[in-house]
Antibody, heavy 117, light 108 residues
Framework: VQLVESGGGLVQPGGSLRLSCAASGFIFSDYWIYWVRQAPGKGLVWVSRFNSDGSDTNYADSVTGRFTISRDDAKNTLYLQMDSLRAEDTAVYYC???????????WGQGTLVTVSS | SYVLTQPPSVSVAPGKTATITCGGNNIGDISVHWYLQKPGQAPVLVIYYDSDRPSGIPERFSGSNSGNTATLTISRVEAGDEGDYYCQVWDRSSDQGVFGGGTKLTVL
């Protein structure tokens, strides 16, 4: 099982970034996929969730209206489009999978997003 | 939104038992999951549905959940158990995931 995040980097406040999470080693379409972030030196914070059949998404209040999660089952890839980025969005972003809707049973290694001028 | 409260730190001698709590309003009514994050690494699931262990997690790890407190217990603690432990629930009222603030376990 592998989840590999990419797309992180330095972006100015108000800018956009798209993160990718490439999955392998399991049937991608059978799993819920999550994004969780961790600001430097801080704890884990749930960001978003996409259900296994692609019909439902959820977002944390702090990113609703700015972040959009999507998935391409043909490419076994999950995306997180992040718009109107703020300094407080600076964090390592982890993607994770879950066989059920409520917890992550496997995590990727994360990608760092830095929002700064 | 739902709030989970964890002690910032717990210290324990090798071979002893570590207890990490996770407090929440009527948390016993919902499922609690626990993760271990070692420095510089991604989190790893160690307990799900209050007390179930994923394959590969030692039997020394156990969990319970009742009333307003969920508990992660690590028996016969080893140096390799050090790290940050996070509890997590799914808040059905907001339909969002919630993590506790994390507890740093130090093995003396």
């Amino acid at each position: 099982v592998q989840l590999v995040e990419s797309g992180g980097g330095l972006v100015q406040p108000g800018g956009s970034l798209r993160l990718s999470c490439a999955a392998s080693g399991f049937i991608f379409s059978d799993y819920w996929i999550y994004w969780v972030r961790q600001a430097p030196g801080k704890g884990l914070v749930w960001v978003s969730r996409f259900n296994s059949d692609g019909s439902d998404t959820n977002y944390a209040d702090s990113v609703t209206g700015r972040f959009t999660i999507s998935r391409d089952d043909a490419k076994n890839t999950l995306y997180l489009q992040m718009d109107s980025l703020r300094a407080e969005d600076t964090a390592v972003y982890y993607c994770g999978r879950g066989r059920v809707a409520t917890f992550v049973d496997y995590w990727g290694q994360g990608t760092l997003v830095t929002v700064s001028s | 939104s739902y709030v989970l409260t964890q002690p910032p730190s717990v210290s324990v001698a090798p071979g002893k038992t570590a207890t990490i709590t996770c407090g929440g309003n009527n948390i016993g009514d919902i499922s609690v999951h626990w993760y271990l994050q070692k420095p510089g690494q991604a989190p790893v699931l160690v307990i799900y549905y209050d007390s179930d262990r994923p394959s590969g997690i030692p039997e020394r790890f156990s969990g319970s959940n009742s009333g307003n407190t969920a508990t992660l217990t690590i028996s016969r603690v080893e140096a390799g158990d050090e790290g940050d432990y996070y509890c997590q629930v799914w808040d059905r009222s907001s339909d969002q995931g919630v993590f506790g603030g994390g507890t740093k376990l130090t093995v003396l």
